[in-house]
């Protein structure tokens, strides 16, 4: 029974951290991207970290070897997840910060609206000015 519950808690997890990839990919800006991201990454790796947990538990910790039993493991497994928690909200901040406007910097649409020069609109050069004879 512990088996099935680390199965589908695992399955969970990946489920959640594929959702924050497609996010990644198909969100529109930098700020929701990085929202997407964080927040399913950080439910998918608890998911996957309580079914490691469950696994840990049920097996009495000989999956890692080493001192330390299933206490020892369970440990771990949520400091890293606690470390990853702390990671990824630094992280988010740091990576969103330099895209932030400036307080009270209006923003400038990317180019002017209506159609820009191009090869199709690209005026002909004028010739130069002559002056008429007297």
Request: glycine residues 16%.
């Amino acid at each position: 029974m512990a088996d099935v519950l680390a199965v589908l808690l695992l399955a969970a997890g990946c489920f959640f951290v594929v959702a924050g990839t497609l996010g990644l990919l198909r969100f529109a800006d930098l700020p929701t991207r990085l929202h997407g991201v964080a927040k399913a990454d950080n439910l998918g790796l608890g998911f996957i970290t309580a079914g490691l947990v469950v696994h840990a538990l049920a097996h009495g910790g000989g999956i890692a070897g080493g001192g330390g039993g299933a206490g020892g493991i369970v440990a771990k497994l949520v400091l890293v997840w606690l470390f990853a928690l702390l990671g990824t909200a630094a992280n988010s901040h740091l990576l969103a910060a330099p895209a932030r406007p400036e307080p009270g910097a209006e923003e400038k649409p990317e180019r002017e609206p209506g159609p820009g020069p191009g090869p199709e609109t690209t005026p002909e050069p004028e010739a130069p000015a002559t002056r008429e004879a007297p």
